[in-house]
Nanobody, 115 residues
Framework: QVQLVESGGGLVQPGGSLRLSCAAS????????LAWYRQALGKQRELVAL???????DYADSVKGRFTVSRDNAQKTMYLQMNSLKPEDTAVYYC?????????WGQGTQVTVSS
């Protein structure tokens, strides 16, 4: 059974930092392309950052220079380091693992940026 479990969300003040984790089980993790998405209230889900099986990364323009995605294949975990957080970063953050024939999602973790 495939499971992706996000953690690390919470309430943070503008300008603060959070580190999200996505722990995977039930997949051969190192072969999967991984991504973080987010969905704010009333808005569509959007791609935030991705990291390929080879370690190539890409980011949404809105988070470039502030967020960093990484992966630890030995621990089967993906991370999202979020710095200089803004109120507009408030959303539920989801992790995604994708490979031919497989597309898996976590349950999401809430990030709220507010003073």
């Amino acid at each position: 059974q495939v499971q992706l479990v996000e953690s690390g969300g919470g309430l943070v003040q503008p300008g603060g930092s959070l580190r999200l984790s996505c722990a995977a089980s039930g997949i051969v993790f190192r072969f999967y392309a991984l991504a973080w998405y987010r969905q704010a209230l009333g808005k569509q889900r959007e791609l935030v950052a991705l990291i390929t099986d080879g370690g190539t990364t890409d980011y949404a323009d809105s988070v470039k220079g502030r967020f960093t995605v990484s992966r630890d294949n030995a621990q089967k975990t993906m991370y999202l380091q979020m710095n200089s957080l803004k109120p507009e970063d408030t959303a539920v953050y989801y992790c995604n693992a994708r490979l031919m024939g497989g597309d898996y999602w976590g349950q999401g973790t809430q990030v709220t940026v507010s003073s």
